[in-house]
């Protein structure tokens, strides 16, 4: 089955405990993305991953790493989590259509979602 | 500055009738429209897209319809059912910054179907 997998799914931790969100598709889609989803404020993207070792800033990045070391994975890292990362969190994936304008609109593949409470 | 807004954090309809879902823009460098529906507990899930050089798309009992002078767009399901009570999610490609990796999202609007 295609998917997005996310672990893990839910998760409380305690403030600068550093933590990693995993997150893996089976599609070999070229482009990652990780976002997060808090009340009032809508999806908003953090990182994102156009293929292997190439990765960018979202709209969000501060307090979060990312690494593309192989096309499947895209982990979340959180050095240092602080309360205002409490969030729900997805991963997301798709092929890049291409960057002309018109060429298609990418249809993104979201994992379940990873809940996260830093105390 | 929000560049796609979602104004109504909540719609409520009777099953059978119309859902209209709004969603409205200020970036005229957007290409491409999607809607993505979410039930609680799962991520979201691609509905339908619109690409801006067409006005109308339809998939069944879901349209979208874009009214580019206006930099608005609309989900209508008609008949609304009951499994169509989800968040929907308005979102929209910007081309001007590199293309198919930029989807800006809006709040989303919870459509409540009522049996």
């Known amino acids: 089955e295609a998917q997005v997998t996310q672990n893990p799914r839910y998760l409380i931790t305690v403030t600068g405990k550093k933590l990693t969100v995993t997150c893996s598709q089976n599609?070999?889609?070229?482009?990652m993305s990780w976002y997060r989803q808090d009340p009032g404020l809508g999806l908003r993207q953090i990182y994102y991953?156009?293929?292997?070792?190439?990765?960018d800033k979202g709209d969000v990045p501060e307090g979060y790493k990312v690494s593309r070391k192989e096309k499947r994975n895209f982990p979340l890292i959180l050095e240092s989590p602080s309360p205002n990362q409490t969030s729900l969190y997805f991963c997301?994936?798709?092929?890049?259509?291409?960057?002309?304008?018109?060429?298609?609109?990418?249809?993104?593949?979201f994992g379940a979602g990873s809940r996260l409470t830093v105390l | 500055d929000q560049q796609v807004k979602q104004n109504s954090p909540s719609l409520s309809v009777q099953e059978g009738r119309i859902s209209i879902l709004n969603c409205d823009y200020t970036n005229s460098m957007f290409d491409y429209f999607l809607w993505y529906k979410k039930y609680p507990a799962e991520g979201p899930t691609f509905l339908i897209s619109?690409?801006?050089?067409?006005d109308k798309n339809e998939d069944g009992r879901f349209t979208v319809f874009l009214n580019k002078s206006a930099k608005h767009l609309s989900l209508h399901i008609v008949p609304s059912q009951p499994g169509d009570s989800a968040v929907y999610f308005c979102?929209?490609?910007?081309?001007?910054?590199?293309?198919?990796?930029?989807?800006?999202f809006g709040k989303g609007t919870k459509l409540t179907v009522n049996p």
């Open positions: 599609m070999n889609h070229e482009y």
């Open positions: 619109i690409s801006s050089i067409k």
């Open positions: 991953s156009m293929n292997v070792e190439v990765t």
């Open positions: 997301a994936s798709s092929f890049l259509i291409g960057t002309g304008r018109f060429a298609g609109a990418n249809v993104l593949t």
């Open positions: 979102a929209a490609r910007d081309f001007a910054q590199g293309g198919s990796e930029k989807l800006v």
